[in-house]
């Protein structure tokens, strides 16, 4: 909103730098965000809150001014030099629809002649952004930015009946635009229509059929007060948004409209540019119940935390039009048409605290009255965040949009989808935060990063019986080299054991015991046995292993890709587990290698599980595995360790026989495997 | 006969040759002297230690056995004396001689390049958005306030009718929803979560509640159409708007630096009253001439108030008797000024190199 130092000083008096008063009305609450000079006139550029239409032209300026300074304000004047027959005579003014249209004031001007406005009047409206098109055209214009009433100039000639009648519209009733639009209406539009059909979309745009021309010579002005709901659902239906549509949505005043009439009616006999009839044609069936506010002087206290004094209370309730009437306990407010913003004792607090100044009220602590509440699942979130930090893994977020596409690959429950998606790369909720990681490890593999890590903390998306659910998953992804290659380290791809090896990392601060491997119900996305899941208590914790090539191919990833999703909600949810110091052992474990040569078809798993129980047994580890010369086809070469460990006194060599054949014979007679040592 | 040869026998034999103990030991003990007379090397200290304490044929395992065990009873104290005297002395030359070994073994080793770097380890970057969070974290939580989330697919009433935006107001518009099907939506502010709270906990009440937020954006250098904020509020009987204050500035003094001073600004927001914007002293100059604060000397930060009464009662507490007050802002943004970030997107890229920034 552009609002020209000039101007502002027909009403009020300005004795200060403009760089001053751009201050000084930012920190009351209108923002200045430039100050320009231009042609020899000082303009400035406001950005004003949508709660505030009275102060979106110069006059309502011109009040904030006043009240900043506490200096009197001028009204512009109405002074107007009339002639003829009556107005009310040569027009008549009638509303059928008293909610929509609350006020509707007519002005009859004859004798209209189409000539350019004055210079004065036309550079004030360039400056202000405005073009200036003829002399009606510039005078609704001019009276718009000046006082903030819309109003519209009908050629009264092309009125029948020379009648308005503000009323909704008929189905099956249509109206040309000024832009030339052709408007289906409906009962939904208020219109204003003459004696037989509608002329103008009321506080939106006027009709082609009564718009003012060259040939025009009486005119019927309209200032009139639309309830804003009514003109805010016409300018969306219709995607017609205008100076009017503007001002009436935001809420216009219903004391202005015979103002800006007069006013108009005043500047067109001043510029002798027509012939103004006596008297207003002002239809006003119902002046609307304005409250009376209450204004407590302890709440000023009790909201700012300072005392104003009464004289500033009043002062600058008085400056800003109020009419403010004090009693013991403070004040009661009648509200004003022009503030329909201010209905309760709070907002004239607020009006209080910006005139007198925010800078003004000292700053103070609050006492902290109670103890935080601990945040649920904090503890577990920072020991996962750390342990991820410390694997190497660089965090990562990611957008929380999928295309349905990628959601019917990735993700198993039906995704939540947007009515207003960004794209159709973006159509719904992600149900999957892999299609998000795969996206962002493609993303670096573009650009040639041979060590790739990522991982990110967010959410995955459904729906629930009653509404939504938003389950954390932490999803990691690699690729590339297990570590960056060095002189003193040679490289290593990244491979199945690397991410299993972190996951269990991750997981045992949550886990008594370690999980079990899942091979059953892998998602397809993941490669066909390279990749497993994990469970504990009956809870699949997480999902991981190598992106299956084709999807990667599409992408055009050519190497391979490793992901794992952990489903934090279930492993936040078992809770930190709580560590107990046991005994430590006093000697040293002992442990025999067993030389074994497997059948394909036997996994480790069900090795250990052969092993099963055994006293004093310490672990089972896979020392060796082995593939290839001198190792049959369809086998594999197990070399396995196996320790014991009594705590406090040493196994003898006769114990530890004795164990590791009962060892060999339960792998003999569960597995049929025969160790070669 | 050596000396060596004598360890051999039994003592008594030796005296009644007319050996004495003392005389024994002073002979075995001249012999040890000759043996470590010179430096010894790694080799010849191992040497001298098997000969002299080796388990089963050293010189001093031969004299336990054949003098002092076979020693007559009224000889024994003197043996045992002599015999542990030359063991303690041999014990510690042999110690000394290993030591002094290995020492020249370390420094006939090659010296190390330390100029060479360590092979690489990785350790993972924070993202910038989540360590603007902890920062801002670090400064609230000593102040009583607790954390929340809270959903992020929220209902129009959470999300604008409970802040008590009306329904047919532009305001609503300017947010930029982003609907679902039914008519839910994506929270375009954390502010809805400020209900769930004050709906379900009873005041005095200190919270930050952050998380994704969306807006209807199209993407570019400083739109995102999902993005990051916080929100802090604090409810009780007694909260003024010189306590808002009096907390924005301690915050703004610990996040952007002891120099900063914050500017309150009146301002419109539906759910709070009076409301205010905050701009910041621009950290980055100190004469207002650089292009983040695009020359004005001020940063405008954060939006700010005194909770409207009807949010106080749409979410069930008497605005008769508790007031609040409520602030939020863009932590990508924060991350942004704070770390020198000019482009928004980079946040959400995935891109290693950026995020290899912050470790
Ligand atoms: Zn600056």
Redesign the pocket.
């Known amino acids: 909103m552009r609002i020209l130092l000039s101007w502002l000083r027909d009403f009020v008096e300005i004795k200060e730098s403009p760089r001053e008063l751009a201050d000084a009305l930012t920190m009351a609450g209108m923002a200045v965000d430039a100050v320009e000079s231009e042609a020899g006139e000082t303009v400035f550029e406001f950005d004003i809150t949508s709660n505030r239409p009275d102060a979106m032209n110069h006059f309502g300026m011109a009040r904030e001014v006043a009240a900043i300074y506490r200096r009197p304000l001028r009204a512009p004047s109405t002074a107007c030099a009339e002639s003829g027959p009556p107005a009310a005579s040569k027009a008549s003014v009638a509303i059928q629809d008293p909610d929509g249209c609350v006020r509707y004031v007519g002005r009859v001007f004859t004798d209209v002649e189409a000539r350019p406005s004055p210079d004065w009047m036309r550079r004030r409206l360039e400056l202000c952004g405005i073009r200036s098109i003829n002399n009606l055209a510039d005078l609704t214009n001019y009276v718009l930015l000046e006082i903030g009433q819309p109003t519209h100039a009908f050629d009264l000639d092309r009125l029948a009946g020379a009648a308005i009648v503000v009323r909704r519209a008929r189905h099956g009733e249509t109206l040309v635009t000024l832009d030339g639009e052709e408007r289906d209406l409906t009962d939904g539009h208020l219109t204003i229509c003459d004696a037989e059909r509608p002329v103008a979309l009321a506080g939106v745009m006027g009709g082609q059929a009564s718009e003012i021309t060259a040939e025009t010579r009486n005119v019927l002005l309209e200032a009139a007060w639309f309830r804003p709901s009514v003109i805010r659902n016409a300018a969306r239906g219709f995607k017609l948004f205008t100076e009017a549509s503007h001002r009436f949505e935001r809420g216009a005043d219903w004391n202005a409209a015979p103002r800006a009439a007069d006013r108009i009616a005043a500047l067109l006999a001043r510029t002798g540019l027509g012939r103004v009839l006596p008297g207003q044609v002002d239809c006003f069936p119902q002046q609307p119940r304005l409250s009376l506010i209450r204004l407590e002087r302890t709440h000023i206290r009790r909201h700012l935390g300072i005392q104003v004094d009464d004289a500033e209370v009043e002062g600058i309730l008085s400056a800003l039009g109020f009419e403010p009437s004090s009693d013991k306990s403070g004040w009661s407010v009648p509200a004003v048409s022009h503030r329909l913003d201010v209905e309760r004792g709070i907002d004239l607090i607020e009006e209080v605290a910006r005139i007198h100044g925010f800078a003004n009220i000292p700053a103070t602590l609050p006492l902290v009255g109670a103890a935080p509440e601990p945040t649920p699942q904090a503890a577990e979130d920072a020991r996962m965040r750390a342990a991820v930090r410390g694997l190497g893994y660089d965090e990562t977020i990611g957008f929380a949009f999928i295309s349905s596409d990628e959601a019917g690959r990735f993700g198993s429950d039906d995704p939540v989808s947007l009515r207003n998606p960004l794209s159709q790369l973006w159509d719904v909720m992600r149900n999957s935060a892999v299609p998000t990681m795969v996206r962002a490890l493609e993303w670096n593999l573009r650009r040639n990063q041979p060590f790739v890590r990522l991982a990110e903390f967010g959410r995955v998306y459904r729906r629930s019986e009653a509404s939504y659910e938003e389950p954390g998953v932490l999803t990691l992804g690699a690729t590339g080299t297990a570590r960056q290659a060095s002189w003193a380290e040679p490289a290593r791809e990244v491979g199945f054991y690397d991410i299993k090896a972190d996951i269990a990392v991750l997981l045992a601060p949550f886990l008594a015991n370690a999980p079990s491997i899942v091979t059953e119900g892998v998602p397809t996305y993941y490669r066909k046995k390279h990749a497993a899941g994990l469970r504990s208590d009956g809870e699949l914790l997480a999902w991981f292993g190598e992106l299956d090539p084709e999807l990667a191919r599409e992408r055009k990833i050519r190497q391979p890709v490793w992901v794992a999703e952990i489903f934090l909600d279930k492993v936040y949810g078992k809770g930190l587990r709580r560590p107990t110091h046991g005994k430590l052992a006093k000697v040293p474990a002992v442990s025999r290698d067993f030389s074994l040569l497997v059948p394909d078809a036997i996994d480790f798993a069900s090795i250990t599980e052969a092993v099963g129980e055994m006293p004093d047994l310490d672990s089972v580890e896979p020392a060796e595995v082995f593939r290839g010369k001198n190792v049959p086809d369809g086998s594999y070469s197990l070399l396995l360790r196996v320790w014991w460990q009594r705590l406090d006194e040493s196994l003898t060599d006769e114990e530890v026989n004795e164990f590791a054949a009962e060892l060999r014979s339960r792998l003999q007679s569960r597995l049929g495997i025969t160790t070669r040592t | 006969m050596s000396i060596e040869h004598k360890t051999g026998r039994p003592i008594g034999e030796l005296i009644r040759e007319g050996e004495d103990p003392e005389q024994l030991y002073g002979e075995l003990r001249a012999a040890f002297e000759r043996d470590c007379s010179e430096a010894l090397t790694a080799q010849q200290g191992q040497a001298l230690r098997d000969r002299w304490l080796g388990r089963r044929s050293g010189l001093l395992s031969a004299t336990n056995d054949h003098w002092l065990k076979a020693a007559p009873r009224e000889l024994k104290p003197v043996v045992g004396k002599l015999q542990n005297l030359l063991r303690r002395d041999v014990e510690a030359a042999v110690k000394a001689a290993a030591e002094a070994a290995a020492r020249e073994q370390v420094q006939a080793e090659p010296e190390l390049d330390t100029t060479l770097p360590g092979p690489g380890r990785a350790y993972g970057a924070v993202h910038p958005v989540r360590l603007a969070l902890e920062e801002v974290l670090d400064i609230f939580r000593p102040l009583g306030y607790s954390v929340a989330e809270g959903p992020e697919i929220e209902t129009f009433f959470y999300n604008f009718e409970a802040l008590n935006f009306p329904p047919d107001h532009p305001a609503v518009d300017e947010m930029d929803t982003l609907f679902l099907e039914d008519g839910a939506l994506l929270r375009t502010h954390t502010s809805p979560c400020q209900i769930r709270i004050m709906e379900s906990e009873s005041p005095p009440l200190r919270y930050v509640v952050h998380g994704k937020v969306y807006r209807n954006d199209t993407p570019d250098a400083t739109h995102s159409p999902m993005f990051h904020q916080l929100e802090m509020f604090a409810v009780d009987e007694s909260i003024t708007f010189g306590d808002l204050k009096g907390t924005l500035e301690h915050f703004v003094r610990r996040f952007f630096g002891p120099q900063t001073q914050a500017r309150f600004r009146p301002s419109f927001f539906p759910f709070t009253e009076p409301s205010a914007e905050v701009d910041i002293t ?1 950290p ?2 100190s004469d ?3 292009r ?2 695009k ?1 004005t ?1 001020f ?1 405008e930060v954060l939006g700010c108030g005194m909770i409207d009464p009807n949010v106080l009662r749409n979410a069930g507490l008497d605005p008769e008797r508790y007031q609040g007050f409520a602030a939020g802002f863009g932590l990508d943004r924060f991350a942004m000024l704070k770390y020198n970030i000019d482009d928004i997107l980079l946040m959400y890229q995935g891109d290693s190199r950026f995020l290899r920034q912050f470790r």
Do not use: E, L, Y
Request: charged share 0%; with cysteine; aromatic share 10%.
């Open positions: 621009c980055f100059c207002g001439a650089c983040i604060c020359q000397g940063i």
